[in-house]
């Protein structure tokens, strides 16, 4: 079943195609942020990405984009300043619509989860080199992920683990955690994420690799969608990604 027939909505947006001028749509947090940015490039980068967002869940619910009420959560310092998990209240629904965005050079991809049943979200892009730094094994890998890497063929490598970093900065992000729990805590070599403590661990997961190309992306990215259920989940043919033979 793909991410769609789930109740997900995805769209890859570039960023330079945003209208800046549409930043009216945002409210006083998302501005509040904005103006911390010193670099006028990530500055924009984080407007074009909040207006891409309004953009699409207005798409999707018929809600107007400056309607829409963000309550992000930091589970962190819990300040809802505008960051941490990314909910929005809509005129059109009860509750918080849960969505996730993620960035990487001139992309950004957004998605939102339209069925109410599925309690966290997360979507992450990276170009093909993220991951390519030495120490990432160690940082970032459990012992068996690092056990699959020696059996993949050197000019793989890169690609294995950048896969594996997306789906680690998705599953972080639908915990709503981010990066607050050490990926290396998180295997995501298998169709499920394990590792993970609390009911989350024990919720109905799935965790999908994406097409580059099928979302519109350049073909050197790599991407992923995590998403979790509370059992019991009234869907019983929830499916989860297929992963290639031998791993990521
Ligand atoms: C979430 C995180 C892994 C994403 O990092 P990244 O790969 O550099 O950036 P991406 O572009 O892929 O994702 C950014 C988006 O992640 C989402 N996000 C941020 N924190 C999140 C969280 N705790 N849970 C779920 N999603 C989160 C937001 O939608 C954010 O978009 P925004 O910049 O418009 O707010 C990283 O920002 C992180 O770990 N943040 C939490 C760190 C923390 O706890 N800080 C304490 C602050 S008080």
Same mark, same amino acid.
């Given at each position: 079943?793909?991410? $769609?027939?789930?109740?997900? +909505?995805?769209?890859?947006?570039?960023?330079?195609?945003?209208?800046?001028?549409?930043? #009216?749509?945002?409210?006083?947090? =998302?501005?509040?942020?904005?103006?911390?940015?010193? +670099?006028?490039? %990530? /500055?924009?980068?984080? *407007? !074009?990405?909040?207006?891409? *967002?309004?953009?699409?869940?207005?798409?999707?619910? &018929?809600?107007?984009?400056?309607?829409?009420?963000? #309550?992000?959560?930091?589970?962190?310092?819990?300040?809802?300043?505008?960051?941490?998990?990314?909910?929005?209240?809509?005129?059109?629904?009860?509750?918080?619509?849960?969505?996730? %965005?993620?960035?990487?050079?001139?992309?950004?991809?957004?998605?939102?989860?339209?069925?109410?049943?599925?309690?966290?979200? &997360?979507?992450?892009?990276?170009?093909?080199?993220? !991951?390519?730094?030495?120490?990432? @094994?160690?940082?970032?890998?459990?012992?068996?992920? /690092?056990?699959?890497?020696?059996?993949?063929? @050197?000019?793989?490598?890169?690609?294995?683990?950048?896969?594996?970093?997306? /789906?680690?900065?998705?599953? %972080?992000? $639908?915990?709503?955690?981010?990066?607050?729990?050490?990926?290396?805590?998180?295997?995501?070599?298998?169709?499920?994420?394990?590792?993970?403590? &609390?009911?989350?661990?024990?919720?109905?997961? +799935? *965790?999908?690799?994406?097409?580059?190309?099928?979302?519109?992306?350049?073909?050197?990215?790599?991407? +992923?969608? !995590?998403?979790? !259920?509370?059992?019991? #989940? $009234?869907?019983?043919?929830? =499916?989860? &990604? #297929?992963?290639?033979?031998?791993?990521?």
């Amino acid at each position: 079943m793909t991410a $769609a027939a789930r109740g997900l +909505s995805l769209a890859a947006v570039r960023l330079s195609d945003v209208d800046l001028g549409l930043a #009216h749509v945002l409210d006083e947090a =998302e501005v509040a942020r904005a103006s911390t940015f010193r +670099s006028p490039a %990530l /500055r924009d980068a984080f *407007l !074009a990405g909040r207006i891409a *967002l309004r953009l699409h869940i207005s798409a999707l619910t &018929g809600d107007s984009p400056e309607s829409l009420e963000e #309550h992000y959560l930091c589970p962190t310092c819990s300040s809802g300043q505008g960051h941490g998990i990314p909910r929005y209240r809509l005129p059109s629904r009860p509750g918080l619509l849960r969505v996730s %965005l993620s960035r990487s050079g001139s992309w950004c991809v957004v998605a939102a989860a339209l069925d109410d049943r599925i309690a966290g979200i &997360g979507v992450d892009i990276e170009n093909g080199s993220a !991951a390519d730094f030495e120490g990432f @094994p160690s940082l970032a890998m459990t012992a068996n992920e /690092r056990g699959q890497l020696e059996k993949v063929p @050197p000019a793989l490598k890169t690609r294995f683990q950048t896969r594996l970093w997306v /789906r680690k900065e998705a599953v %972080l992000k $639908a915990l709503g955690t981010g990066l607050a729990k050490a990926p290396s805590l998180v295997d995501v070599s298998g169709p499920t994420p394990s590792g993970l403590t &609390g009911p989350p661990g024990r919720a109905l997961w +799935s *965790l999908e690799d994406l097409s580059p190309a099928g979302l519109g992306l350049p073909g050197d990215f790599a991407a +992923s969608i !995590a998403t979790f !259920a509370e059992i019991p #989940h $009234a869907s019983r043919t929830m =499916e989860y &990604g #297929h992963l290639p033979a031998g791993g990521p």
